[in-house]
Each structure stands twice: as structure tokens, then as C-alpha cells.
């Protein structure tokens, strides 16, 4: 079952330091350029995933063309894509080790939830990281913690 409870977002929340963002844009109306430079400036190191910008750079960080290609521990995938395509993007997370995936506003697909569950990762749906942390007052990360 996803995660709802105030107290279990802010444990992920504060448990997370690597956010591997899927479907960043590098347009500034775009709501996952807002919610990356949100959550970098809250301590995390979010890695955007977009295949038509792989190669370049958004806030500072190099955009990678799939969760495989990144090569680092992935805490959460932050998903930006609509409910049917969080399916592909959930198995990514999945296959790439991740310890839990984030479906955006408006995103639930209960079967991907259901298939990151059974393979052992948490699960928040139809929720805004940047909105969670400023709601439930969360303080900044920092390395050491």
C-alpha cells in the first residue's frame, strides 16, 4: 500500500539524499524544473532523466537518458510522467535499484505501485515532494545526516 501517513512521507523524506528525477524538463514553466531547483535547494542531488535532453544540463546537473545509465546509488525516482508511462518508468526504478518511487500530482497506477512494492520499494502516489516538504516543515538535508 503507498504511502499516506504525514509521519511515513517525512521518514522518506529525510531518509532520501539521491533523487533520480524521470521526465525533467529544462523549461522554466515546466513543474519539474520548479520542484528540481525545490529539492536541490532542500539538500538533495536530483539527477534529471530525459531522453531528448540527455547530455545536457539542468540546474547544474548533467541529464541522463534512463535511470540504467546513471550509475550511482538512487534513493527515489521523482516520476514526471503521465499514469500509463509510470508503469515503464516504476520498472526502471526497479531494475535500477532504487529504494522508492514518487508518482507526481495526478500520477497513480496501481498496478506499477503494487510491482515496486513486491520487489521491496516504498511508494508515494498523486503527491509533490516540494509541497510534503514545505507542508510538513521538514529542515534541509545536509550531508552529514
Not at 28 to 38: E, H
Not at 73 to 99: E, H, L, T, W, Y
Request: proline share 5%.
Amino acid at each position: 500500500m503507498p504511502l499516506s501517513t504525514d509521519n511515513d512521507i517525512a521518514t522518506l523524506l529525510n531518509e532520501t539524499r539521491t533523487i533520480a528525477l524521470v521526465g525533467a524538463s529544462d523549461r522554466p514553466d515546466r513543474a519539474s524544473y520548479g520542484v528540481m531547483a525545490t529539492l536541490q535547494a532542500h539538500g538533495y542531488r536530483v539527477l534529471p532523466v530525459n531522453p531528448q535532453l540527455a547530455g545536457e544540463h539542468i540546474h547544474g546537473e548533467f541529464v541522463w537518458n534512463g535511470l540504467a545509465d546513471i550509475g550511482v546509488p538512487i534513493d527515489m525516482v521523482d516520476i514526471f510522467r503521465n499514469s500509463a508511462a509510470a508503469g515503464q518508468a516504476v520498472d526502471d526504478a526497479i531494475s535500477a535499484g532504487a529504494k522508492s518511487v514518487w508518482m507526481q500530482l495526478g500520477v497513480v497506477n496501481e498496478d506499477a505501485a503494487a510491482r515496486a512494492e513486491a520487489a521491496g520499494l516504498k511508494v508515494v502516489m498523486d503527491h509533490c515532494p516540494a509541497i510534503e516538504i514545505r507542508r510538513l516543515g521538514l529542515a534541509p538535508i545536509s550531508a552529514e545526516q
